[in-house]
Every structure is written in structure tokens, then in C-alpha cells.
């Protein structure tokens, strides 16, 4: 098939599936070709939240097959990757840029962004909990500026998290390069 038949429905069809999403995903962070086993370790690792040492076999082997019997033919079949099933080779074809907003972002992004919001929700209600009581330098007149910083603080985390899953962000203000 070629690039031109790619619709959109499509790659929507192709992707819809997440081993596809991470296959190829995988061939573009190991330069566009790979063998199948890496392969298997690393999609076996991100479907069971685990570092690759910790796969099972059984993890593997249900990757394994799926990736060997379905996906990569599928793969194959819409011209996305060169996929040679005696010598387990796979090979990213060009054109990426044209599904690249179908694919997952950040596999490997763990930062846990709930736990930094239940951080600051505990540091908030602390903070309340001080001006409520007037314990220490806390008095019932700072509430609102606890609640100032508390909502800075929000806001903060909000656009960091933003920021971080969007690395092709282009801000508006920045200054000129000369």
C-alpha cells in the first residue's frame, strides 16, 4: 500500500491497536530497524508496567505471537514497516512524520503528576489547617494568602505537567535569536 493510500480512517484503523502504537514507536527510538526479541522485551515491559529484566516468559510469549501472527503483517501490509518473518528484522519505512500524531508519547515519562498534586493538596490543608488554629506564624489574616500560594503553586504544577507532554511546544513570548 502506498503512502498516498494512507487515509486517515486508515491509520486510525492501525493505530488503534496500542502493540502497533509501540512497535512503532520502538523502531523510531532504535533508529528505524530492530530485531523482533527487543522488540517483544520492550512492548512485553510497557504492557505490564515493568523494567525488562522483569518480564515473564509468559509475557513475552503473548507479545511474541501477537506481534508475530497479527501485527506486523498488518503493519507490513499498510507500508509502514519491512517486516522479514524468517529472520525476525523489522524495518521502519519512511514517511513517519505522517502518523507520528497517532502514536503514544512518553512511554518511558513516569513522572507520577497525581502525586505531586496530593503533595501540595496535604502542604495546602496543613498550611489551612495552621491559619484555622493560628498555630505559629500562621494567623487567621494569612488564610488568604495561603490560599494565594496554594493556588500559584496549582497553577505551577498545571503548566509544568502541560509543558512536559508537549515537547514541541513553541511558546509565544520568547525573545529573538540573534
Not at 490543608?125 to 487567621?140: E, H, K, S
Request: hydrophobic letters at 40%; one cysteine or more; glycine letters at 4%.
Amino acid at each position: 500500500m502506498s503512502d498516498s493510500e494512507l487515509t486517515q480512517a486508515k491509520l486510525f484503523d492501525v493505530f488503534s491497536n496500542a502493540r502497533r502504537r509501540r512497535t512503532v514507536q520502538f523502531l523510531k527510538r532504535q533508529g528505524g530497524s530492530c530485531d523482533l526479541a527487543p522488540l517483544v522485551e520492550q512492548v512485553a515491559a510497557w504492557e505490564n508496567d515493568t523494567d525488562i529484566d522483569d518480564v515473564t516468559r509468559t509475557q513475552r510469549r503473548r507479545v511474541y505471537i501477537s506481534l508475530y501472527q497479527t501485527h506486523l503483517p498488518m503493519l507490513e501490509d499498510h507500508g509502514i514497516v519491512d517486516w522479514d518473518p524468517d529472520g525476525h528484522e523489522i524495518e521502519l519505512l519512511p514517511s513517519t512524520e505522517r502518523f507520528e500524531p497517532y502514536l503514544d508519547r512518553h512511554l518511558e515519562d513516569r513522572t507520577q503528576w497525581h502525586r505531586r498534586y496530593a503533595a501540595a493538596t496535604l502542604l495546602g490543608t496543613v498550611a489551612f489547617g495552621l491559619t484555622a488554629f493560628a498555630i505559629g506564624p500562621l494567623t487567621t489574616a494569612m488564610a488568604p494568602i495561603v490560599a494565594l500560594a496554594l493556588c500559584v503553586v496549582v497553577l505551577g504544577l498545571s503548566i509544568a505537567q502541560h509543558v512536559s507532554r508537549r515537547p514541541e511546544l513553541q511558546f509565544p513570548f520568547q525573545r529573538a535569536s540573534r
